[in-house]
């Protein structure tokens, strides 16, 4: 089946830095991609997705590029804040339209 | 507001003790999924349904069972709790089973303790 592969945290950065969270994924054909978020003490959040290669996801001055040509979707902000600290997870359907598959996921802490 | 609720939060269990955990989604979502959460493994499958009376095994289906009577409703059982069974458990619910342009809407967590 389908798999990614986060790279590990944790990551710690000061305020207004730049984030690159990388993902790299195996797959058949080409399917949808996903960032996932999860705040302390909940439950995780879409973050943003992209449905075909080249597509370009955004959200929350988030954001990650479908390509197929590295088969990677990494994730990126600009300037990072303290509310941003959390657990990022990259995700893909396992196969076909089956349910989607996560990463190990990485912890990012912000400090001011 | 509309989403996923899971009940109970928190439980502590002995070894040998069974319990149901309920996940509601008021969505009229299609298809709802179990996942555990463990430090260093990510999120892993257990079961999910794809509608109403219907349920498939993840990745991780030993010594859980699920239910789903109700298309609202999809319930997690462990017959004879373990302590490998210590997790977080996530309950998600999504329009279509890929996800596609729609994402999964998660419920906020059950942490269980098995002693």
């Known amino acids: 089946g389908n798999s990614v592969t986060q790279m590990e945290g944790p990551v710690t950065l000061s305020e207004e830095a730049f984030l690159t969270i990388n993902c790299t994924y195996t797959a058949t054909g080409y399917p949808s991609l996903f960032w996932y978020v999860q705040y302390p003490g909940e439950g995780l959040q879409l973050l943003l997705k992209a449905t075909k290669a080249d597509d370009k996801g955004s959200n929350k001055g988030f954001e990650a590029t479908y390509r197929k040509e590295t088969t990677s979707f990494h994730l990126e902000k600009g300037s990072v804040q303290v509310s941003d600290s959390a657990v990022y997870f990259c995700?893909?359907?396992?196969?076909?339209?089956?349910?989607?598959?996560f990463g190990k996921g990485t912890r990012l802490s912000v400090i001011a | 507001n509309a989403g996923v609720t899971q009940t109970p939060k928190f439980r502590v269990l002995k070894t040998g003790q069974s319990m149901t955990l309920l996940c509601a989604q008021d969505m009229n979502h299609e298809y709802m999924y179990w996942y555990r959460q463990d430090p260093g493994m990510g999120l892993r499958l257990i079961h999910y349904s794809v509608g109403e009376g219907t349920t498939a095994k993840g990745e991780v289906p030993d010594g859980y069972n699920v239910s789903r009577l109700k298309k609202q409703n999809f319930l997690l059982g462990l017959e004879s709790a373990a302590p490998s069974q210590t997790s977080v458990y996530f309950c998600?619910?999504?329009?279509?089973?890929?996800?596609?342009?729609?994402?999964?809407?998660f419920g906020s967590g059950t942490r269980l303790t098995v002693v």
């Open positions: 998600a619910s999504s329009y279509r089973r890929n996800a596609e342009g729609y994402g999964y809407t």
């Open positions: 995700a893909l359907p396992n196969s076909g339209n089956t349910p989607l598959v």
